[in-house]
């Protein structure tokens, strides 16, 4: 017989891997051509139609168990997205934590309310409180070194662990649910953007933008083996000195934009 | 009057100042497209016939005079190079530090044994036994996360203090000509390799390396202010996932040719 730990790992071993194995399946439809490869215990897609490398890595180290998402869109106007969920075992305590975050090259308030809506529904599930708590994290957590956000925010909660005898399953089943959130707060957004017709000028700019998503995740991503992390990293990225948006421009219009904001109470009126 | 610390650091910065104008001359010669720009301290070239980026920045943050070179060439046969010059002060002592070295794409032998020996020549200087010294501690420091070395090397020296009276004299003529030697150690390697024929498969080569760079700078370069690092960085980089180049392959070769080697002692005749 398992031991309560073995089956407990057991549980969000298979939680995970079924979240892989949909989250990949999603993936490929959505990107109608590129197919996801194997390597380890990663899948990866790269050169797509739609997306220009999308990995869902799982992770098993040490005491923890996991599931990264990161997706790197073709088009500059689909922004990028990550996420992770992890799961933790240390001195006979468990845990939960997650992170999801929505990184526009440019910005569509419409996209902003969209993606924060949906993870406050999920968020709402486990608890009303919890998801001021764990935007609010986000907004903190995910500024780049010079101290500018690097996207429009999202969520980030560590330490999860609800009290009483159903804490730990409450906790197993927000994560698996937090899993299949990832396609309705994301993928309604690059239906509507993965189409929009943009030249040069916007593809400088995604890959500029990138530059600084390559800064982040190589200051903060130490924790990951380095094979993980660049796979997580975009396929390309650009680092232009002294660059600086056009005023008035939709590129330069990006960092009032990413400014931390509460997305999930603003109305589709007010956004659209 | 100036004290002697006073009339120190000026002297410094009239060596950084003017080995900064001179290189950025001799660059601007050798790319002959392209011009500097200057952006508040640093003077950056971009986009050049030549070099697809080169930058050289001078540096003055609290007790610290410097130069810092950074050279991404267009041809991927053409090695990149860094180098910085460092002069500090701090609680009444001073010293002097410097670094350089060379990162190929493929490996030409002759151009590896060009650079060190030049060093070597330029070290020997100073004191027969310092480019030991400094070459080991290049082989130390310039390797990437994963272990592997970035480059060919070159050197790497710090708290550079000289006893005696003319101690301090000394090490800032060494300094001095530190920088004259950018020039001698670099630009035959440039010439011979800035013509050579190639395609989408070496570019693509020369992204991937630039990407194991980016990781290295971002790694190490928290010392630096973040507008400084990015105008070190390769204007362009690739990270591509599982990646091995083709065995046998020029590619595959650069893996055993950037192991470090006594490459200054090495003849002519046994590198041709």
Redesign the interface.
């Known amino acids: 017989m398992l031991s309560g730990e073995d089956s407990r790992r057991d549980a969000v071993k298979a939680i995970m891997s079924s979240g892989q194995r949909e989250l990949v399946a999603e993936l490929e439809r959505l990107d109608g051509g590129a197919r996801f490869g194997r390597?380890g215990s990663?899948r990866?897609l790269?050169n797509g139609d739609v997306f220009e490398?999308a990995?869902v890595v799982s992770v098993n180290r040490g005491g923890t168990l996991g599931l990264t998402v990161a997706i790197h869109p073709r088009n500059p106007y689909v922004p990028a997205f990550q996420a992770a969920f992890r799961y933790c075992e240390h001195a006979g305590s468990w845990w939960f934590g997650g992170a999801a975050d929505l990184l526009p090259c440019y910005g569509f308030a419409e996209d902003a309310a969209h993606f924060h809506r949906t993870l406050k529904n999920h968020c709402d599930t486990l608890d009303p409180a919890f998801h001021a708590q764990a935007k609010r994290a986000c907004d903190d957590h995910f500024r780049l070194?010079?101290d500018e956000p690097r996207g429009v925010g999202g969520i980030v909660f560590d330490h999860l662990c609800p009290p009483g005898p159903h804490g730990w399953r409450r906790a197993a089943a927000f994560t698996a649910a937090g899993i299949a959130t990832v396609a309705p707060a994301y993928f309604p957004i690059v239906r509507r953007r993965k189409d929009l017709p943009h030249g040069d000028r916007e593809r400088q700019w995604q890959?500029h933008r990138r530059?600084r998503h390559?800064?982040f995740a190589?200051?903060h991503g130490?924790a990951a083996d380095?094979?993980t992390v660049?796979?997580t990293?975009?396929?390309?990225?650009?680092?232009?000195?002294?660059f600086t948006p056009e005023p008035g421009s939709a590129e330069a219009e990006l960092a009032s934009f990413v400014v931390p904001r509460d997305w999930a109470s603003e109305t589709a009126a007010a956004v659209g």
Chains 1, 2 share one sequence.
Do not use: D, K, N, T
């Open positions: 390597f990663a990866l790269e490398r990995c070194p010079c890959l530059g390559v800064e190589l200051a130490a380095a094979e660049r796979m990293l975009p396929p390309l990225a650009r680092w232009e000195s002294g």
